[in-house]
């Protein structure tokens, strides 16, 4: 018996090795860059692990007060002093920002420079 030597056709052969480089290029492509930064999660993290006094402006124009407990993707919890706690979700809110703590404005002083308002003169 006697057996014949089976070659493969060259032209597949090249075809195929094409085929693996142009994958490989493709799969070496340089990836569109992160739309996640995590800076809100990172901001997130440092004013609850600080416990900082925030105000948050919702879209209707409402201020609300009070520490950030915990938050996830859609939402945050909003601890509050003397009232009800506060689930609000991120999309309600306009912006948020953090609370002066220790530093409360004084209530202003007539100055003597300052010609005295008729109203408050009414009332002395």
Request: glycine share 2%.
């Amino acid at each position: 018996m006697q057996r014949r030597l089976m070659r493969p056709n060259l032209s597949e052969v090249k075809e195929k090795m094409n085929r693996e480089v142009r994958e490989a290029e493709a799969a070496k492509k340089k990836m569109p860059p992160l739309t996640d930064t995590h800076a809100e999660n990172y901001y997130f993290l440092k004013q609850m692990n600080k416990k900082t006094l925030m105000a948050v402006v919702l879209a209707d124009g409402e201020q609300v007060e009070g520490y950030i407990e915990w938050y996830d993707r859609n939402c945050f919890k909003l601890n509050r002093l003397e009232a009800p706690n506060l689930l609000i979700y991120k999309r309600q809110v306009k912006y948020l920002f953090k609370l002066e703590t220790g530093s409360e404005p004084e209530p202003e002083k007539e100055s003597k420079d300052r010609p005295e308002n008729p109203e408050t003169r009414k009332n002395k």
